[in-house]
């Protein structure tokens, strides 16, 4: 696997580099030699975050966790991609997919999965009326919502705004 480290607002020293690859070199087993994992390590004030993000076949493996201590949060996001690795390939398998990112060995071995059915419980319809995204945001905060689906008037797609830590927000739009 070939990693790419990187720190904001913190310095990646070498013992952090060196628990950052030994723990997710564990990872090894599922993917091929040539797989790319992206760590993203930050500190806002005692919160110590590690985001790693395995980019595979069409589909992004990715996981962010915070604790107190930086040593934790790596052993925190191992332990959470594993469990994502599992789930990603029953899918996989059921959907007779290409694991191309995968080792051989990962997909045809036999484990027993906790089968975690998805199940819709609400639909909801909303308005197709065109706004513009800081409209989108403010109705967002009215409702006291995470997320809000909107027709932008400027594009007439279907976008989403969504709250971002720091009072920051974001906006989701299609492509292509």
């Known amino acids: 696997m070939k990693f790419t480290i990187s ?24 993917f091929t030699p040539d797989t790319e994992v992206i ?30 201590d930086m040593y934790v949060s790596i052993d925190l996001v191992e332990e959470v991609i594993e469990r994502q690795l599992r789930k990603y390939k029953t899918k996989l398998i059921a959907r007779h997919q290409d694991g191309s990112n995968f080792r051989k060995e990962f997909i045809e071995r036999e484990e027993p999965v906790e089968a975690e059915e998805i199940t819709i419980t609400r639909s909801k319809h909303f308005e ?26 400027e594009t007439e797609e279907v976008n989403v705004v969504y709250k971002r830590k720091g009072n920051t927000y974001g906006l989701i739009e299609p492509e292509g």
């Open 128 to 153: 197709k009326k065109p706004m513009y995204p800081e409209d989108a945001c403010l109705q967002m905060e009215l409702l006291g919502h995470d997320f809000f689906v909107f027709m932008n008037a």
């Open 7 to 30: 720190g904001k607002n913190i310095a990646i020293t070498e013992g952090l580099k060196s628990s950052v690859i030994e723990k997710l070199s564990k990872l090894e087993r599922y």
């Open 39 to 68: 760590v993203t390590m930050s500190v806002e004030k005692d919160r110590q975050k590690i985001e790693v993000t395995i980019p595979v076949k069409g589909n992004i493996i990715r996981s962010e966790q915070v604790s107190s």
